[in-house]
């Protein structure tokens, strides 16, 4: 089970948290700090992988992160998750991303966190993994924008017939 | 309206969207908070507005500052608004906001059931879709039980993008609604094979999920799995797969066997690093549950182990660093878990293990440390910790730190401080950690050396006077406040100087460094801790200076204490201000009797008298409750539900399991009364927990139980050593210990080969081997000090229970179901429908507490299924070695007994077939399909596997034949040998008669098993009524005349008797026989021998050790007109059926004269009514339990029933052991149980002659038998 993901640059700015347990904000906010403070001190070229971290985990659980320019991609997983595959899910995260936004970067997250939100959803639901495959992720999203933009100009003609 | 739309929409325009809030907050990096609480306002605004654009623009903007940390819940009704619009572009926004805010307690969820059913079968899939998705982020117990029907539905919904979906919110419904696990499971396994390999992902997914937390609950599933392993090829799922057998391997060794090849295969072709890891990670677990106990494959294991080393040592120069440091990480994950089955053969990479904890990469410096946990020896124990150490300098984070320091603390305390060889050094090292700044476990530190000093006495001298510096350089831990932490070693430095403080060299410094001032700034607790502690130091000192003819010193020390104790009084912590005050007094007094030279030091010290034992952490746990208190009983009856719910049972008779069908009271005399209290009595004087009623059985207690007959781990010692510069606190003492120690372990070593030089006779050849490799054996290091670990203290008759560590509230623990049982018909899931009010009170406890009622017996019962058939299995063994025997035997006896041979083999025969006939019980199906799939056969390929199905499924039966026959045709064979013995010895005069009655028995006995394996009931009431027939029925007893002859008469009450009634429950089958034996003639009757021939289904229990026919002794012997009772232990296999047992009581009677062997046969005559046991049942559990669905109905009219209704219910309850749940006029319910827990209800109305009885039990077969029992009892009357 993955209990938490979160996206934050290189400033520990949030750019986006998804939680599948419940936490209070204040705790989710302390949450993202002290993981940021956690991974932000470590080495370029040390391991993905990150024990500890009181406030969410415990000892069945790991930090699982990758780093991308300017964004941190950390996912925490308890012992069901194969270490290895979830670095795979984050890589193809981000891959998704880079099609959904043509070459993503971090302004895309920024302005557009609703639609990494729903992204995301096509990949993991309630902490379990949904689908790994990019392009099934991909066609999803598309059809379910391509639904939205129908309603919005659909909207649109409502309103100035 | 067509206005206010416009404005509304032109509004919108203006209005903020989510991308103008984000550029406004960077806009405002100044006063970012501030330009937040106005956006709000404008949010609040906004969602006051019609339109629901508006809204949804509104909540999208409250989703992102919900990450930013603030508190959006205010608007949950807004977020439900959003979520029902019809519109997937704002559903979809207020399904994210709800699966981000939402949780349990937000009340607004229930209002959300409807709107998330509608959009769960909306044509539209993304609808599903996004409702789907934002409920696994916040469904509740409500939801799920709501909801679970519907999202089972969409299992198998024609879109796969909502199947998978569906299936993997499935696990969520399970986790809060337990219940739909077992309906819903079926289509779950089916998921595992759907055409889509999303689905099939999801479904894997799922199955993993629970298996990881209940793996014994899927192992029947192996074989799909195993299929799935080797035909899958998505990456994801075969990881899945594949650590899944990683977690059902230790379960079932001949799992791993088979899971070897197609995992080598794996390894071999897989490019994915993920899929290969896993896969060696399965291997790794496989070869460890292989070679458990197979030394032969632990050489596998070292060669794991030393593939492991090469993926921690050497980096691929073409992968990035941090590929190559994953690795390494993953490598030394894969290490601890050989460690915790094979810890040798890691232990020989000690120093890979060592290398790695200098790694620049902290996470696999803590892997490592993990790993050091299982390396320590005596012998390295001291260099390790040093090493330790070292790094506790060095690491900068506090994080790793404190790591570190628990780490050391562990290692060290491990298995009661198995690898401590000198304790002094250990006190030394605890005292350094003191110094350590701003860590968390000043508390661990402190624990640690109170356990020490409680529990090693031999250190107690060194370490009163570690801890005497430690309190009187306080100054150095409280000095900032970073060291908040740390000064919790303080309380353990007083205490231990103040309990302890006989051993103290200049107690008075000691008790001024404690009365210092400075303290009062120190933690309530702590300084509570110094004043008590002040005062045990008072008395010694006291003690030491009364020798004294000058008395001012004396004075002095109470002039200290008066003048610093009311600093304390006046302390605002409630426990420091009573114990200063009360001691200050104490001090006060004490004075003035010094003033008048009263020797007192004596009368102070008794204050503090008395040692202290250390008490084991879960000891109050284990506690074991007192016979005969119930902790769930209730001590005052609750006062009564109201009237209408008294009325329901009535109304309707339909079903439901009672759930406060209590444990019966069992009626106890007066001696077993006493007996318990006597035993009560010893319990409470050896348990520390009671609070004893006199001061003399305390002392008792202090010297009984005290600290000498606490079990001492004795650790032998040599020379006792000093370090020989008392070094103050701060300076590295632990160095030096560990140089001493190497150098008296030479010394140790030299004087060993001394001695082995003048014991030649030895063999030297091991030890000559250790001296020259250097290291010595874990034996040949002995401890510096002469130790004893006291050990914890336990309460007697402690409780053995393993299950300490699990977490009562996981929510696994109730997903822990058997999968394997076929569904009942109950179980299904809740359709939607309108509920009462009063259903929806309660309906998750109420749930749960069904559930576990339910679960319970069924868990027993696969359980004891699956035992029977072991032990069938060894029957079955046992039975070929028999029937060989019997063989021979038969040869032998041929000519004699050529009759009774043959009537032998067709009752065997007809035995196969009717069983073949019976449906196998679907559990041993199942476990004989995965037995057969495990056995050595090659490989089913895909054809293969259904066959191979059918196959296992046919030699389910055909195995229960082949034992079935065994306890059968043996006590045909007691029989002949019996008469045989019997002819030729007295009555050789009857021979013949015997032989015509060998024959009648053994066709009867033919019919018999006719009548016991044929489901004919038309058969069966024929017998009955013959039967019934002989019995004359003396008015309400449930005596009824056995057999009867000149000599003895035999009366049988075939129910079970009071005392009984708990064993019965227990085990679930047996029934106890109550016979009188009555002595009819004048002559003495003694050695009865009370014997019945077993039937597949029915056995006498005999003593252990006595064969399958032979007889018991009945316990007594008979003068003239006595008669007495005597009671057998039946076992059942089944109860559905009434039974019938032949039998022979044989005796002597023995005259003035003579003596002559007599014997009497009878017919025991087991109704299906002495299956029941009457139980007590409250009407909202009969309630319950009727409506609970599960149960069939039948029903009996019985004419021309002349008598009132309480007497007839009288009779019911007296002949058919039924209790009266609720009477009212000439109507009632009534309720038994069957010891194999099967619920019978009866519902009896009676108008003028005829009486009507509907019941109801989910036994049918049971039922009929016993309204056939009803019947024949009032045909009588």
Request: net charge negative.
């Amino acid at each position: 089970m993955i209990k938490a993901i979160l996206i934050f640059n290189n400033h520990g700015k949030p750019r986006l948290s998804k939680f599948y347990e419940h936490y209070n904000e204040d705790t989710e906010q302390q949450i993202i700090r002290e993981t940021f403070h956690l991974v932000s001190k470590r080495d370029e070229n040390v391991c993905n992988f990150l024990e500890g971290g009181m406030l969410i985990g415990g000892s069945d659980y790991k930090l699982i992160y990758r780093h991308y320019a300017t964004l941190y991609f950390v996912f925490c997983v308890d012992s069901s998750e194969s270490e290895l595959g979830i670095l795979d899910l984050i890589q193809v995260f981000v891959e998704t991303l880079d099609k959904c936004f043509e070459n993503v970067c971090e302004l895309d997250l920024i302005f557009h966190v609703d639609k990494v939100h729903n992204i995301l959803a096509e990949m993991v639901m309630g902490g379990m993994v949904l689908e790994t495959n990019m392009n099934e992720i991909i066609t999803q999203v598309d059809a379910q924008n391509k639904m939205e933009k129908s309603e919005v100009s659909l909207t649109l003609f409502d309103i100035y017939s | 309206m067509a206005l206010k739309i416009v404005k509304g929409s032109i509004d919108r325009m203006f209005d903020k969207n989510l991308q103008d809030l984000v550029r406004g907050i960077r806009n405002h990096k100044e006063d970012e908070a501030k330009y937040i609480s106005t956006c709000i306002d404008e949010i609040k605004q906004e969602l006051k507005q019609d339109n629901i654009a508006v809204k949804a623009n509104a909540v999208c903007k409250l989703t992102y500052l919900q990450m930013l940390g603030y508190d959006v819940s205010w608007a949950a009704f807004n977020i439900v608004e959003v979520m029902s619009s019809s519109k997937f572009t704002y559903k979809r926004i207020g399904y994210l906001a709800a699966s981000q805010c939402f949780h349990e307690s937000t009340d607004v969820i229930m209002l959300t059931t409807n709107q998330i059913r509608k959009d769960l079968s909306s044509p539209n899939q993304y609808d599903t879709g996004v409702a789907l998705t934002g409920l696994s982020c916040f469904v509740t117990p409500d939801l799920a039980r709501d909801l679970a029907n519907d999202i089972m539905t969409l299992m198998s919904h024609t879109k796969p993008y909502i199947r998978k979906k569906a299936v993997l919110i499935m696990y969520k419904v399970f986790l809060k609604y337990p219940e739909s696990l077992r309906p819903a499971f079926p289509r779950l396994k089916e998921k595992l094979e759907d055409p889509d390999p999303g689905v099939q992902s999801a479904a894997v997914n799922v199955i993993c999920e629970l298996a990881r937390r209940n793996p014994k609950n899927y192992l029947s599933l192996a074989p799909l799995f195993f299929k799935l392993m080797t035909s899958s090829t998505n990456n994801w799922v075969l990881i899945k797969i594949i650590k899944l057998f990683g977690a059902l391997t230790p379960l079932e060794p001949r799992l791993g066997k088979k899971l070897i090849e197609p995992l080598t295969n794996l390894i071999h072709s897989t490019s994915a690093m993920s899929l290969l890891y896993e896969c060696v990670n399965t291997v790794i677990a496989v070869l460890i549950s292989l070679s458990s106990g197979m030394p032969n494959h632990s050489a596998s294991i070292q060669l794991c182990v030393q593939k492991l080393r090469i993926l921690i040592e050497d980096s691929d120069q073409n992968c990035e660093p941090s590929v190559n440091a994953c690795m390494k990480y993953l490598g030394l994950l894969a290490m601890s878990k050989i460690l915790k089955t094979h810890p040798k053969s890691v232990q020989s990479h000690k120093d890979l293990i060592l290398q790695c904890l200098d790694d620049k990469d902290e996470s696999i410096r803590l892997r490592a440390l993990d790993l050091l946990y299982g390396m320590v020896s005596k012998k390295n124990l001291m260099e390790i910790v040093k090493k330790l150490m070292l790094h506790v300098d060095k690491a900068e984070g506090t994080t790793y730190r404190d790591e570190l320091l628990t780490k050391i603390i562990d290692i060290c305390s491990q298995s009661n401080y198995q690898y401590i060889t000198n304790f002094e050094w250990y006190i030394s090292i605890l005292v350094e950690l003191t110094r350590l700044e701003g860590t968390r476990h000043g508390h661990l530190i402190a624990s640690q050396m109170l356990d020490v000093a409680i529990r090693v006495k031999a250190i107690r001298v060194f370490a009163v006077a570690q801890m005497a510096t430690l309190l009187d350089n306080a100054h150095l831990l409280t000095g900032n406040v970073q060291r908040k932490g740390i000064c919790e070693v303080l309380y353990a430095a007083a205490w231990i100087c103040g309990e302890f403080s006989e051993h103290l060299d200049n107690p008075t410094q000691t008790l001024e460094a404690m009365l210092r001032p400075k303290v009062a700034t120190l933690p309530g607790h702590i300084q509570a801790v110094y004043v008590q502690n002040a005062a045990k130091l008072f008395a010694t000192v006291l003690k030491s200076q009364e020798g004294n003819t000058d008395s001012t010193a004396a004075q002095e020390t109470s002039q200290l204490m008066i003048d610093r104790l009311p600093l304390f009084v006046q302390s605002a912590n409630l426990e420091v201000q009573e114990r200063a005050s009360c001691i200050l007094q104490l001090v006060k007094y004490i004075q003035k009797l010094q003033q008048k030279d009263v020797e007192i030091a004596e009368e102070v010290i008794a204050l503090f008298a008395g040692e202290l034992n250390p008490v084991a952490p879960k000891a109050q746990k284990k506690v074991p409750v007192p016979e005969g208190l119930d902790l769930d009983a209730w001590i005052n009856e609750p006062p009564s539900e109201s009237e209408s719910e008294d009325e329901q049972p009535r109304a309707i008779f339909a079903k439901e399991e009672p759930k406060h069908s209590r444990p019966r009271h069992t009626e106890v005399d007066e001696k077993e009364l006493a007996k318990r209290r006597e035993a009560r009595k010893q319990e409470q004087a050896n348990n520390p927990f009671y609070i004893k009623s006199s001061p003399s059985s305390q002392k008792v207690y202090q010297e009984a139980p005290g600290v000498e007959h606490i079990p001492v781990v004795q650790i032998d010692l040599s020379v006792p050593l000093k370090v020989p510069v008392f070094c103050p606190t701060g300076l590295p003492m632990s160095d030096q210990y560990v140089k001493l120690e190497e150098e008296r372990r030479q010394k140790d070593r030299a004087d060993k080969k001394k001695k082995e030089k003048k014991k030649r006779k030895e063999k030297r050849s091991g030890r000559g081997k250790r001296h020259d490799s250097g290291p010595e054996s874990e034996e040949d290091i002995t401890p510096a000090h002469m130790v004893d670990i006291v050990t914890e203290e336990m309460p007697e008759n402690a409780l053995p229970s393993d299950d300490d560590d699990k977490d009562p509230n996981d929510p696994h623990k109730a997903l822990d179901i058997d999968l394997d049982k076929p569904l009942a018909d109950s179980e299904k899931l809740p359709v939607r429908s309108h509920r009462a009010a009063e259903v929806l009170k309660s309906p998750a406890q109420d749930g749960d507490a069904e559930s576990a009622a339910s679960q319970e017996p069924k868990k027993k019962s696969s359980k004891e299924k699956r035992e029977k058939k072991k032990d069938k299995d060894r029957d079955r063994k046992k039975s070929k070695e028999d029937k060989k025997k019997k063989k021979k035997h038969k040869h032998e006896e041929k000519g004699e007994d050529l009759l009774g041979g043959q009537a032998e083999e067709p009752v065997v025969q007809s035995e196969a077939t009717s069983e073949v006939a019976a449906p196998p019980t679907s559990t041993t199906a199942e476990v004989s399909d995965l037995d057969f799939w495990l056995s050595n056969a090659p490989v089913p390929s895909n054809t293969q596997e259904a066959a191979t199905v059918v196959a296992a499924a046919e030699a389910a039966p055909t195995s229960e034949v082949a034992s079935g026959t065994a306890p059968d045709s043996e006590p045909d064979e007691p029989k002949d040998t019996e008469t045989e013995e019997t002819k030729s010895s007295k009555h050789k005069k009857k021979k013949q008669k015997k032989e015509k009655e060998e024959k009648e028995k053994k066709k009867k006995k033919k019919h018999h098993h006719h009548h016991h394996h044929s489901d004919g009931g038309g058969e069966e009431s024929v017998q009955n009524g013959t039967v019934e027939e002989e019995e004359p029925l003396p008015p309400m007893s449930n005596y009824c005349l056995l057999a009867e002859n000149s000599y003895i008469k035999m009366m049988m009450e075939d129910a079970d008797k009071v005392n009984d009634i708990q064993g019965n429950l227990q085990d679930g089958s047996q029934v106890v026989v109550s016979v009188i034996f009555e002595n009819k003639c004048d002559s003495f009757l003694k050695s009865m021998e009370f014997n019945v021939l077993d039937s597949l289904n029915s056995k006498l229990q005999r003593p252990e050790g006595s064969g399958p026919h032979d007889g018991l002794t009945v316990p007594f012997q008979l003068p003239p007109g006595v008669s007495n009772e005597a009671r057998f232990v039946f076992t059942m296999q089944s109860i559905i059926t009434p039974q019938k047992l032949k039998g022979t009581l044989t005796f002597i009677v023995k005259n003035e004269d003579s003596s002559t062997h007599e014997k009497l046969d009878f017919k025991l005559h087991f109704t299906c009514t002495s299956y029941l046991i009457s139980t007590p049942c409250y009407s909202d559990a009969f309630a319950k339990l009727l409506e609970s669905g599960d149960l069939k109905c039948s029903s009996v009219k019985l004419e021309g029933v002349v008598m009132p209704f309480h007497h007839l219910l009288a009779r019911i309850c007296f002949r058919h052991h039924f209790s009266v749940v609720e009477r009212i006029d000439s109507c009632a319910s009534m309720y038994s149980r069957s010891i194999q827990d099967h619920h019978v209800c009866l519902l009896v109305k009676t108008s003028g002659q005829t009486v009507s009885i509907d019941a109801k039990c989910d036994e049918p077969t049971l039922l009929g038998n016993v309204l056939d029992e009803i019947k024949q009892t009032f045909s009588q009357c």
